[in-house]
């Protein structure tokens, strides 16, 4: 299934055809050359004094099925309804100092995002299908992987290939059904100053 983004001018294909999606084929693996490209993807993200502060932790189900199932159980029931069928999991964290002198950086989480957003995007050119998650037992989380304390925990992610929406039910198929929206340009995007909204005519 498909479903591009409507948008008021043309923007890059794999772009407007990204979207986090919740029908998994639960009998198509997603092989290991594939994972590592998709954390190629993410290893390339810009940062801050290029720092690299993410760390994604991996989970493949085809490949270590008993650490998945640690993984899917830090998961809100809602979530594990659907990712039940995705062969990766991935745990995203964002380092809080800086790896070259330990001081703050505030700006670990920022690049983290935009290393996740480039995993995401790689895996819509690769036909795959990635869907972020902010719906987890962060503490669980944090106590079974032994994530560091100086590590927030941003986000989980499953990626796999996309399936009929009929495979999900509830208020999983609701939300695949859903027209994709955003939010106007104008609302978003300020001209020179704040609350000034952006001319969106073209």
Not at 24 to 32: L, Q
Not at 58 to 67: I, P, T
Request: proline share 5%.
């Amino acid at each position: 299934m498909k479903k591009p983004a409507v948008t008021q001018v043309p923007i890059q294909e794999t772009l407007a055809n990204r979207w986090s999606g919740r029908a998994y084929d639960v009998n198509k693996k997603v092989s290991h050359k594939q994972i590592i490209a998709l954390l190629e993807a993410a290893r390339w993200a810009p940062s801050c004094f290029g720092d690299q502060p993410w760390r994604f932790v991996v989970w493949d189900k085809n490949n270590d099925e008993k650490a998945w199932q640690q993984a899917f159980e830090c998961l809100v029931p809602n979530n594990q309804a659907w990712v039940k069928d995705s062969p990766v999991l991935m745990l995203i964290c964002a380092n809080g100092l800086f790896d070259h002198n330990q001081q703050p950086n505030r700006w670990g989480q920022y690049d983290t995002g935009a290393a996740a957003e480039n995993l995401c995007l790689q895996a819509e050119h690769m036909g795959l299908m990635a869907h972020q998650m902010g719906g987890f037992n962060v503490d669980l989380a944090r106590e079974k992987f032994k994530i560091p304390p100086e590590f927030a925990l941003m986000a989980m992610l499953c990626v796999g290939y996309a399936a009929d929406i009929a495979t999900v039910e509830g208020e999983a198929l609701t939300r695949e059904r859903a027209e994709r929206k955003r939010k106007g340009l104008t609302e978003l995007f300020f001209d020179g100053s704040w609350g000034k909204p952006i001319n969106a005519d073209t």
